[in-house]
C-alpha cells in the first residue's frame, strides 16, 4: 500500500468545496489546501476536514499555486482535484482499492476527468489526465493557466477507469481572468503551443472570432503542436469561420483535420452538421462514419461520447425522415434510444413513428 497526499489550490470556493471534501475524505492520507485569497468561507470549511492549510499570493500562474501545493505533500503520491470536483462512491471505492495494491513502481495515473453531462446526470464528455503523481519522480506543474503536469523523471504511466466529475454550482466566466493571462504570455513573446491553442480557444470563448482565426492558424503552423489539440483547433477554427459568414472556410477548416490524425467522431459531426442543409446524401455519409468510429481516449483527447453513437443516430433519423424513408428513420431512432432511451427527441419519435406505422397497416 502507498500513501496519498490530496494537494488543492482554492479560492472562494465556499458553495463547493464541502461537497468535494466529503467525497474525498478517508481516501487520502493527508489533505493539503492552498488558499489563493479567499474573503468568505472556504478555510473555514477546509479546517472542518484538514489542519494543513497554507496562504499563497496569487501572481496569476496557476502552474506556481499548483507546484506549492504539491511541494507541501509527504506522501508517496501527490494527487490533486479542484474544489468543483466530485469523487462518486463507486470512483471512492475504486481509489481505496488502488491504493492498497499500489506498490510504488507506477510513475502517474491517468483517470478520466468527466466535464459534461446529459440530463439524467451520466457523463458525455471527458478525456484522460494525469492525476495522481509518484513524488520521487518529482513531478512539476507548467503553464499559467490550463497548467499540465509531468514528472521530470520517466516512469511508467497507467490508464485507470476510475473517474472524477467536474461539477460546477455556479456559471462562473473565467474567459476575462484566462485571456488577460495568456495575452500577457503570448504578448511577452511566448511561442509555446499550448498557449496558443489556448489562447485561441478563450478568445473563441470570448466571441473575438478574428482574432481567434489569426492565433489558430498560428498555432496550427506551430510544428511543435501537440496533434490532438490541432484537431480540435481546427474545429474551433471552423465554428470561428461559420460565425462570420466564411462558409468555405468552415468546411475546409474541417478536412483540415485530417491531416492531423485520424477522423473522429466528433469532426464527422461537425461535418454532417455542415452538410445537413446542403447535401442529405453527404450529410448520411458523414454521420454513418462517425458510427462506425470509437472514441480513442488514450489519445487524451477532449471526447463527446455523444458524437459516437446518440448524436449520429438521432440526426440520421431526422435526415432519413426528410427522405420520407420512414423505415430507416425508425431504426436510425431505436438506435438513438439504445444511448438515451429517456430522451424527449427519442420519445417523440417513437411516438410519431408509431403513428406512422398504424397508418400504413390500416391503408392495407
Given amino acids: 500500500m502507498v500513501t496519498v497526499s490530496l494537494c488543492m489550490i482554492v479560492k472562494n ?15 487520502f492520507d493527508e489533505i493539503i489546501i492552498i488558499d489563493t485569497g479567499s474573503t468568505d468561507k472556504t478555510k473555514e470549511i477546509a479546517s472542518r476536514y484538514t489542519d494543513k492549510i497554507y496562504d499563497f499570493e496569487w501572481i496569476d500562474d496557476f502552474a506556481a499555486a499548483r507546484n506549492f501545493a504539491f511541494s507541501k505533500g509527504t506522501c508517496d503520491y501527490k494527487f490533486w482535484l479542484d474544489a468543483d470536483d466530485v469523487i462518486s462512491e463507486t470512483n471512492r471505492e475504486k481509489l481505496i482499492k488502488l491504493k492498497a495494491v499500489a506498490d510504488g513502481s507506477v510513475g502517474v495515473f491517468r483517470m478520466y476527468y468527466g466535464i459534461v453531462f446529459d440530463e439524467k446526470g451520466n457523463c458525455t464528455y471527458k478525456y484522460y489526465r494525469g492525476r495522481m503523481f509518484l513524488a520521487k519522480l ?13 514528472t521530470q523523471t520517466a516512469g511508467i504511466s497507467i490508464d485507470t477507469d ?9 456559471a462562473e466566466n473565467h474567459t476575462p481572468r484566462n485571456l488577460r493571462i495568456l495575452k500577457n504570455e503570448i504578448e511577452s513573446g511566448s511561442t509555446d503551443p499550448r498557449t496558443q491553442y489556448y489562447y485561441s480557444r478563450e478568445l473563441m470563448y470570448s466571441g473575438d472570432y478574428k482574432a481567434q482565426i489569426k492565433m489558430a492558424e498560428i498555432f496550427l503552423e506551430n510544428p511543435a503542436g501537440w496533434y490532438v489539440n490541432k484537431i480540435s483547433a481546427c474545429q474551433d477554427l471552423a465554428f470561428a469561420k461559420m460565425k462570420t459568414g466564411d462558409t468555405d472556410g468552415q468546411i475546409r477548416a474541417l478536412v483540415r483535420s485530417f491531416s492531423y490524425g485520424a477522423p473522429t467522431g466528433e469532426v464527422c459531426c461537425d461535418i454532417g452538421k455542415f452538410f445537413s442543409k446542403r447535401d442529405t446524401k453527404t450529410a448520411i455519409f458523414w454521420y454513418e462514419t462517425a458510427l462506425l468510429l470509437k472514441p480513442d481516449y488514450n489519445s487524451g483527447a ?53 403513428k406512422i406505422n398504424n397508418e400504413i397497416s390500416q391503408n392495407e
Fill in 13 to 27: 470556493e465556499e458553495d463547493v468545496l464541502g461537497r468535494c471534501l466529503e467525497s474525498a475524505k478517508d481516501i
Fill in 162 to 170: 476510475i473517474e472524477i466529475y467536474h461539477k460546477k454550482k455556479t
Fill in 138 to 150: 518529482h513531478p512539476i506543474w507548467k503553464g499559467r493557466v490550463h497548467e499540465t503536469c509531468t
Fill in 302 to 354: 477532449f471526447i463527446n461520447e455523444d458524437c459516437y453513437g446518440y448524436i449520429p443516430a438521432i440526426e440520421l433519423c431526422v435526415l432519413y425522415y426528410g427522405k420520407k424513408d420512414y423505415k430507416k428513420a425508425s431504426e436510425m431512432n431505436d438506435l438513438a434510444a439504445q444511448f438515451k432511451p429517456a430522451n424527449a427527441s427519442v420519445l417523440y419519435n417513437k411516438s410519431l413513428f408509431d
